[in-house]
């Protein structure tokens, strides 16, 4: 897969530090920004129970987030992802945006955690 890699360790943006924005020859028609934000997960379980937990994103775009949890998700299922545009951990103070997607891939990772894909329907900033 060839990468075009754009660092954007600029000071200035502080929400951005560390991140890298890179473009694949891939399918996907927007940037994605590999990051380690913090997020809020909120949905509804296989038995139907409203679930809240944390999850950490691995990846940003305009379309869509991969992010790391600690619950199975199933595929299809509708979720609202509140990221925490800050590199330390939950800070009410930090830019956030609010997202509605589906779930459209799980990956079980080999230390037990559940990579999970959302595309968005809805998303504002806060």
């Given at each position: 897969?060839?990468?075009?890699?754009?660092?954007?360790?600029?000071?200035?943006?502080?929400?951005?530090?560390?991140?890298?924005?890179?473009?694949?020859?891939?399918?996907?028609?927007?940037?994605?920004?590999?990051?380690?934000?913090?997020?809020?997960?909120?949905?509804?379980g296989i038995n139907?129970?409203?679930?809240?937990?944390?999850?950490?994103?691995?990846?940003?775009?305009?379309?869509?987030?991969?992010?790391?949890?600690?619950?199975?998700?199933?595929?299809?299922?509708?979720?609202?992802?509140?990221?925490?545009?800050?590199?330390?951990?939950?800070?009410?103070?930090?830019?956030?945006?609010?997202?509605?997607?589906?779930?459209?891939?799980?990956?079980?990772?080999?230390?037990?955690?559940?990579?999970?894909?959302?595309?968005?329907?809805?998303?504002?900033?806060?």
């Amino acid at each position: 897969m060839k990468m075009n890699e754009i660092n954007t360790t600029n000071d200035e943006d502080e929400g951005m530090r560390g991140c890298n924005m890179y473009m694949t020859t891939d399918r996907r028609l927007k940037p994605r920004i590999d990051c380690d934000y913090p997020a809020i997960i909120e949905g509804y379980g296989i038995n139907g129970r409203k679930f809240n937990d944390n999850a950490k994103l691995t990846n940003l775009s305009a379309s869509g987030l991969f992010m790391l949890t600690n619950r199975f998700i199933e595929n299809g299922s509708k979720l609202s992802v509140m990221i925490v545009l800050s590199s330390s951990e939950i800070d009410l103070d930090a830019p956030k945006i609010a997202t509605n997607g589906i779930v459209v891939r799980t990956e079980p990772q080999s230390n037990g955690m559940c990579g999970v894909a959302i595309k968005f329907y809805q998303y504002r900033f806060h």
